[in-house]
């Protein structure tokens, strides 16, 4: 199931904050302070001594995180984060990224051993969750947002939904399923179309195997896939309207997040952002394409799973850790990403 998604928090709100920094400061600070804080499981309380990671102060990397926060469900703050996407901010060379990790990947989670990525946070909270990626993956995060169902619906309904296109098995199946969750808006067609925000959450939510994005994917690699295209569309959609109507998106927004950022550093990243320039967000997903394996039956304990690989068929990490390094450090978006190794390469679009 999809469970929280969003991110680009920090590239949505930018452009609250290239209007309201300058006309109010006072405004946009009430509207920061409606934010849930989380100073205890801030970065700067995980000890990552001893793990071999990288950084650059020119790169900001915020993990988009959550949990399928649902009253009727008695969910508690502990649980699975079956959504995890790193927002980039490259001010290297003025890019913005989305890498996705999927959910079902085999990591060593200290303290635990190998088990699936998205039972980090269930372990140990979010501060394991971040030693778990850095040990993994061998980057330094700087910080983590919080989204979940209530947020992303509230938004895509306050900018009058997202366009997406839908293939005959995505309108299908949310028509006679509860992915929709308002019965009302079980009528998607096939095609191009406006989401309202139960439509575009029931969108992201699917990883059954037989249905199938417009591009072919399926599963979970089509659910992240969906995922980042809608946070996209958010973006978009946002960054055309009227900056009159900014405020009243941030006020519905902000309440329903959490994160260990404080306002002046949300101010800051934002301000960065809009210096930048740029509306193009480019994409990647871990693992990449000839780099892992489904785990087989029983493997790891784990049952359905992600191993990933360095060219073999042995859990290795090594190789997806270099890819996305290389794309959240060094790729200057001027070109399609491509990532070698032993051959093989790797395609990263990007959105505009």
Same mark, same amino acid.
Request: proline share 1%; glycine share 8%.
């Given at each position: 199931?999809?469970?929280?998604?969003?991110?680009?928090?920090?590239?949505?709100?930018?452009?609250?904050?290239?209007?309201?920094?300058?006309?109010?400061?006072?405004? #946009?600070?009430?509207? !920061?302070?409606?934010?849930?804080?989380?100073?205890?499981?801030?970065?700067?309380?995980?000890?990552?001594?001893?793990?071999?990671?990288?950084?650059?102060?020119?790169?900001?990397?915020?993990?988009?995180?959550?949990?399928?926060?649902?009253?009727?469900?008695?969910?508690?703050?502990?649980?699975?984060?079956?959504?995890?996407?790193?927002?980039?901010?490259?001010?290297?060379?003025?890019?913005?990224?989305?890498?996705?990790?999927?959910?079902?990947?085999?990591?060593?989670? +200290?303290?635990?051993?190998?088990?699936?990525?998205?039972?980090?946070?269930?372990?140990?909270? *979010? =501060? !394991? !969750?971040?030693?778990?990626?850095?040990?993994? @993956?061998?980057? =330094?995060?700087?910080?983590?947002?919080?989204? %979940? #169902?209530?947020? @992303?619906?509230?938004?895509?309904?306050?900018?009058? %939904?997202? =366009?997406?296109?839908?293939?005959?098995? &995505?309108?299908?199946?949310?028509?006679?399923?509860?992915?929709?969750?308002?019965?009302?808006?079980?009528?998607?067609?096939?095609?191009?179309?406006?989401?309202?925000?139960?439509?575009?959450?029931?969108?992201?939510?699917? $990883?059954?195997?037989?249905?199938?994005?417009?591009?072919?994917? $399926?599963?979970?690699?089509?659910?992240?896939?969906?995922?980042?295209?809608?946070?996209?569309?958010? #973006?978009?959609?946002?960054?055309?309207? +009227?900056?009159?109507?900014?405020?009243?998106?941030?006020?519905?927004?902000?309440? /329903?997040?959490?994160?260990?950022?404080?306002?002046?550093?949300?101010? =800051?990243?934002?301000?960065?952002?809009?210096?930048?320039?740029?509306?193009?967000? /480019?994409?990647?997903?871990?693992?990449?394409?000839?780099?892992? $394996?489904?785990?087989?039956?029983?493997?790891?304990?784990?049952?359905?799973?992600?191993?990933?690989?360095? %060219?073999?068929?042995?859990?290795?990490?090594?190789?997806?850790? &270099?890819?996305?390094?290389? #794309? *959240? @450090?060094?790729?200057?978006?001027?070109?399609? @990403?491509?990532?070698?190794?032993?051959?093989?390469?790797?395609?990263?679009?990007?959105?505009?």
């Amino acid at each position: 199931m999809w469970k929280k998604v969003m991110m680009g928090i920090l590239i949505v709100l930018s452009a609250f904050v290239g209007f309201f920094v300058a006309k109010a400061q006072v405004m #946009f600070n009430n509207s !920061l302070n409606q934010v849930n804080r989380d100073y205890d499981t801030a970065l700067a309380n995980v000890d990552l001594s001893g793990i071999d990671v990288n950084s650059d102060d020119q790169v900001v990397n915020i993990l988009i995180i959550g949990n399928d926060y649902r009253e009727e469900r008695n969910y508690t703050a502990g649980g699975l984060t079956d959504t995890m996407i790193i927002a980039t901010m490259d001010m290297k060379h003025n890019t913005l990224k989305l890498v996705s990790l999927m959910r079902d990947l085999v990591v060593e989670i +200290p303290g635990y051993g190998k088990n699936k990525l998205n039972s980090a946070n269930s372990y140990g909270g *979010v =501060e !394991l !969750l971040y030693k778990t990626i850095a040990t993994n @993956f061998n980057i =330094e995060l700087d910080g983590y947002v919080e989204v %979940g #169902f209530t947020a @992303f619906t509230k938004i895509i309904d306050k900018v009058d %939904g997202v =366009e997406v296109e839908l293939t005959e098995s &995505e309108a299908s199946y949310l028509n006679r399923t509860n992915y929709i969750r308002d019965k009302k808006s079980r009528n998607v067609k096939v095609g191009k179309q406006t989401l309202n925000g139960a439509q575009a959450l029931g969108y992201c939510r699917i $990883r059954k195997g037989g249905v199938t994005t417009v591009n072919g994917l $399926r599963d979970d690699y089509g659910r992240t896939w969906r995922q980042r295209t809608v946070i996209n569309a958010i #973006f978009n959609k946002v960054k055309k309207l +009227p900056k009159s109507e900014w405020m009243d998106i941030a006020n519905t927004l902000l309440k /329903h997040i959490t994160t260990d950022l404080t306002n002046e550093q949300i101010t =800051e990243y934002l301000k960065d952002t809009i210096s930048m320039g740029t509306t193009t967000v /480019h994409q990647l997903q871990i693992p990449v394409q000839g780099y892992f $394996r489904s785990g087989q039956n029983g493997e790891f304990s784990c049952g359905s799973c992600i191993v990933m690989t360095s %060219g073999g068929s042995s859990w290795d990490t090594s190789a997806n850790a &270099e890819a996305l390094n290389q #794309f *959240v @450090f060094d790729y200057d978006g001027k070109q399609e @990403f491509q990532y070698t190794m032993g051959g093989s390469s790797y395609y990263s679009g990007s959105s505009e």
